[in-house]
């Protein structure tokens, strides 16, 4: 079943609020942002929450600095100093964290107002933006589609963009989730098992150096499942979390990147992905846009790595006319006794 309806105004625009449910999972989207607002599954007794972080209105989500729940690009991540060189031409992005480019710049994806079909015959909605040329400093005229359908307890995400001409693409979806359905509390005590060997090493502006660091005996190594709290990565100077986990396996073939669990309510995500990486971001910063304690929510971001338009030896993020953008996410859903 597909509704729509109205959530606010922005821009002068209507922004509307599309629902799709089905027997397993009811969520909703608003076309700022092509943004869920909602994720309604049901616990192992069969209570049915959100398990999302949100806002209440639109006012929350133009304010928003935390990405909830967006579509972000054109380069998902950071971008060091916003520069990159393409072509022998070098070109200058929107710097929106410091002297660094993140998330697609301040008027990047997240922000836009996005056009949208829905697919009742599918449980599916589809939305599509135009990025000219030079917009946040990206050159080449870009056409984005991202497409969410329901098939019974799974969510699949297709990213999919084209091209005029040579530049970079590196799109993610940035729920922050808490599977206990009381948002307002720690994840902390969420157990998370991430197939990954390696992580991507950051310097303290939490850009890569280019080097990559095992994760055996650190506080990365959730090769086995476990709960986030560590003491280590969540003392006064790391806040957390906030790292690319290099997934196994070979990119553009899907695979499981991560499960996520919550023993109390007994709720199991499991991410699926074709891409490279995996960025886990605790919401140690929450607090900043005053709805949320910090880490209230945890967004397990499917991409590219950081900042690999300046490192060669990165999976490349260049997308041409004649080799379009494509990645698939899939979001399953389960409990456990």
């Known amino acids: 079943m597909i509704k729509v309806s109205p959530f606010g105004q922005c821009n002068g625009h209507v922004i509307d609020k599309i629902t799709l449910s089905n027997q397993h999972i009811t969520t909703s ?5 092509a943004r869920m607002t909602e ?10 929450k959100n398990i999302v972080l949100n806002y209440p209105d639109i006012i929350g989500y133009q304010k928003d600095t935390s990405y909830l729940g967006a579509v972000c690009g ?27 480019h993140l998330h697609g710049g301040t008027n990047g994806f997240h922000q836009r107002i996005w056009d ?14 135009s990025s000219p040329h030079l917009d946040m400093g990206y050159p080449g005229n870009c056409h984005v589609k991202v497409t969410f359908q329901l098939i019974e ?54 850009l890569p150096t280019g080097a990559l660091l095992s994760v055996a005996d650190t506080p990365f190594d959730f090769r086995t499942r476990r709960p986030l ?16 986990f290099v997934l196994n396996g070979e990119r553009h073939t899907e695979r499981l990147a991560c499960q996520l669990a919550e023993t109390r309510s007994g709720r199991v995500l499991q ?9 886990v971001y605790t919401g140690g910063y929450l607090s900043h846009d005053g709805r949320y304690q910090d880490y209230s929510g945890i967004a397990l971001e499917p991409q590219n790595f950081p900042n690999s ?18 990645h698939t996410t899939r979001l399953v859903f389960t409990t456990s006794s």
């Open 229 to 244: 709290e560590h003491e280590q990565a969540f003392s006064n100077t790391q806040r957390g979390y906030d790292h690319n």
């Open 39 to 48: 994720l309604n599954v049901a616990d192992r007794d069969g209570i049915v």
């Open 153 to 206: 307890n799974q969510i699949k995400v297709l990213f999919e963009a084209t091209t005029d001409r040579p530049t970079v693409l590196n799109l993610t979806h940035h729920n922050y989730y808490n599977l206990s359905g009381e948002l307002h509390s720690s994840i902390r005590q969420h157990t998370l098992q991430v197939q990954a060997e390696q992580i991507t090493v950051t310097d303290k502006n939490n």
């Open 74 to 100: 054109r380069f998902a991540n950071r971008i060091a100093k916003g520069q990159m060189i393409l072509d022998g031409n070098t070109f200058q992005l929107d710097k929106n964290e410091g002297e660094h």
């Open 29 to 33: 989207f608003i076309n700022l942002g």
């Open 309 to 326: 338009p300046n490192l060669s030896h990165f999976p490349s993020s260049l997308v041409t006319p004649q080799t379009p953008y494509r």
């Open 116 to 129: 949208y079909e829905i697919d009742p015959s599918d449980t599916s909605v589809c939305f599509t933006l």
């Open 271 to 279: 991410v699926y992905t074709t891409e490279p990486g995996l960025q």
